[in-house]
């Protein structure tokens, strides 16, 4: 499966890319405010990515992790993920990373505006939320441009090298994306 827009193509990740997830996962700037951490060795990115791999093959698929390349040097630039709940719910989250020197050229809004559209207009979802470390500044912008709203805060709830950090929880729902595309 892949999904396009004008400038990036993504598709399902695949076991070949160990190399490029595993240093994308290396890159402290990249890990500031995640909570997976800078792996160890490339075993565990290779025990993740397996992890990924069997939840985008399952009969019910149970998330979706897609590489983001540049459709014009089909170089890697990233990771997109739509992590779903049970089916009945309609109801997924969408997280991302992008390596530092591609970050603010609206690569991520596009890629995320991309699952959007995935989400509500081929899997039927109703929501699709993300949550982010109150300090991330560049996704809290890219959040915001595809029209989500903050509905609130959680205190102390991501543990990231730094400390405890508070997140912000961001959603769009079917009702408030058609809206915006009209």
Avoid at 19 to 40: C, K, R
Avoid at 53 to 73: D, G, H, K, R, W
Avoid at 103 to 120: H, P, R
Wanted: proline share 2%; charged share 25%; net charge negative.
């Amino acid at each position: 499966m892949e999904l396009h827009t004008s400038r990036l193509k993504l598709r399902l990740i695949e076991f070949s890319d160990l190399e490029a997830i595993h240093q994308l996962h290396s890159i402290p700037e990249v890990d500031e405010f995640n909570t997976l951490g800078i792996p160890e060795n490339i075993e565990q990115t290779a025990t993740l990515i397996e992890s990924w791999l069997l939840a985008n093959e399952q009969q019910e698929v149970t998330s979706y992790t897609f590489a983001i390349e540049t459709i014009s040097n089909k170089v890697f630039i990233g990771l997109l993920g739509l992590k779903l709940w049970p089916k009945k719910n309609r109801r997924a989250e969408v997280w991302y990373k992008l390596q530092p020197d591609h970050w603010g050229k609206g690569y991520a809004t596009e890629a995320v505006n991309s699952i959007l559209d995935f989400g509500f207009n081929k899997l039927n979802l109703h929501r699709i939320q993300a949550g982010c470390a109150v300090a991330n500044i560049g996704s809290i912008k890219v959040l915001e441009k595809v029209g989500m709203i903050k509905e609130g805060k959680c205190r102390q709830v991501l543990l990231l090298k730094s400390g405890w950090s508070d997140n912000y929880e961001y959603a769009i729902l079917e009702t408030d994306y058609e809206l915006l595309k009209k």
